[in-house]
């Protein structure tokens, strides 16, 4: 086994989070808040917008089962990383979406996914 971590925002957590639940190889997801500027924050401070936090999932997974490219293939298939602080019905900045790479490989690995599927 070997145990890595990724934290992806997406819209609503607890949409995501069901997603990556499901996938073999992924170990436990844990939601939460971040990107914001200051630590704890509640769900009343981060809807109020002025945090800069963002609705997102801690993603434990044993890269020997799943990769990193597959768990990066369906976060881009499960939202619309295009739409400016919205997914479906919900709005305002803490539904944008986001990666909050752990290092630099991983953040290679996203910019590497995302210009070789979005050319950019």
Request: proline letters at 2%; hydrophobic letters at 35%; one cysteine or more.
């Amino acid at each position: 086994m070997k145990k890595e971590k990724t934290i992806f925002a997406a819209g609503c957590f607890w949409h995501i989070e069901d997603y990556f639940s499901k996938i073999k190889g992924v170990m436990n997801t844990r939601v939460g808040y971040t990107g914001g500027s200051f630590e704890n924050p509640t769900y009343k401070d981060v809807c109020s917008g002025g945090t800069g936090h963002a609705e997102a999932i801690s993603i434990d997974y044993d890269s020997k089962i799943v990769s990193l490219e597959n768990i990066l293939m369906i976060f881009f298939s499960t939202h619309d990383p295009t739409t400016l602080n919205k997914q479906g019905a919900d709005t305002g900045t803490q539904y944008r979406s986001g990666i909050f790479y752990i290092d630099d490989s991983q953040k290679l690995m996203a910019e590497n996914f995302i210009e070789k599927f979005f050319g950019q």
